[in-house]
């Protein structure tokens, strides 16, 4: 997520189950009707970019914390740990399908190596 938008993540997270349904239109307005227009335009493609289907395979081995095993859905195995699992299913019942905003939810997941080695530069 750009770094502006970071004031509104709990807008974005709000809005995910419903960025894919007819009615997205009408519950964007409400929540954002106080938020800048020019932020208003950035949340809304942030959540339409969030929100396309996604088919590329997660492969966490040797990236994560825990030990990641095949995990199938819908013909495609990807390698997820339980972590990464539970993300990867709130995800999915967020958005009702595989989408680009639940493939990056699983890679910046709180175990990910790289999460964990950015957050540690952040304290030094």
Same mark, same amino acid.
């Given at each position: 997520?750009?770094?502006?938008?970071?004031?509104?993540?709990?807008?974005?997270?709000? +809005?995910?189950?419903?960025? /894919?349904?007819?009615?997205?239109?009408?519950?964007?307005?409400?929540?954002?009707?106080?938020?800048?227009?020019?932020?208003?335009? +950035?949340?809304?493609?942030?959540?339409?970019?969030?929100?396309?289907?996604? /088919?590329?395979? +997660?492969?966490?081995?040797?990236?994560?914390?825990?030990?990641?095993?095949?995990?199938?859905?819908?013909?495609? %195995?990807?390698?997820?740990? =339980?972590?990464?699992?539970? %993300?990867?299913?709130?995800? %999915? =019942?967020?958005?009702?399908?595989?989408? %680009?905003?639940?493939?990056?939810?699983?890679? /910046?997941?709180?175990?990910?190596?790289?999460?964990?080695?950015?957050?540690?530069?952040?304290?030094?």
């Amino acid at each position: 997520m750009a770094t502006e938008l970071h004031d509104y993540n709990n807008i974005i997270e709000d +809005l995910k189950s419903a960025v /894919n349904h007819a009615d997205f239109d009408k519950q964007f307005k409400s929540k954002v009707s106080s938020v800048p227009k020019a932020k208003q335009f +950035l949340i809304k493609m942030e959540l339409k970019r969030l929100g396309q289907p996604c /088919n590329r395979l +997660l492969d966490l081995r040797g990236h994560v914390a825990g030990e990641p095993t095949a995990f199938e859905y819908k013909g495609q %195995i990807h390698f997820l740990d =339980e972590v990464a699992k539970q %993300i990867f299913k709130d995800q %999915i =019942e967020k958005f009702g399908q595989y989408t %680009i905003g639940c493939y990056e939810a699983v890679l /910046n997941a709180e175990n990910n190596h790289r999460v964990m080695h950015k957050k540690s530069k952040k304290r030094v």
